[in-house]
Structures are given as structure tokens and as C-alpha cells.
């Protein structure tokens, strides 16, 4: 594969479907990435390296802003992360 070669339209949309199966099956596994491990390469093996943590970074993005929509804003926990 060559380097940073722009994905073709098929690429990109094989890249799109991987990472909409992904997510969808996270959000029915309330994130449970062990449930999805199989789409989880699938959409890295069809995604270029950096779309993929691009949308890795959207996706935290996207959760904590529905987070604020449906809890509001939390100040983060003192000491740690979860």
C-alpha cells in the first residue's frame, strides 16, 4: 500500500462501513470493546492509520458530549481516571 495516498471512493467507504459496524456494536455493548474485537480490526485493517485515530477521538468526543446533553457537566473526579 502506498504511503499517504488518498483511499479511493470504495476504500473510503469500506472504511466508513467497518467503523459504523464498530461503533454500532459498541453502543449496543455500552462500549465494551472485547464484545466488537472482530470489527475493531476490520475497521483498522480498512481504514488508513490515521482515520483510525481520528475517529477514535471523535467517537470519545461524541460520547462525552452526549454525556453533557443528557448528565450535564461533571467536573472530573479528583485523582485518576476510571
Partial sequence: AAGM???TMEERKACWGARDEF???L???GDDATKCEKLR???ESRCPQQWVKHFDKRRDF???KKKLETEGYQPPEAGGKS
Fill in 27 to 29: 453502543d449496543s455493548h
Fill in 62 to 64: 461524541l460520547k462525552y
Fill in 23 to 25: 461503533w454500532q456494536c
Fill in 5 to 7: 495516498a488518498a483511499p
Fill in 41 to 43: 480490526r476490520a475497521f
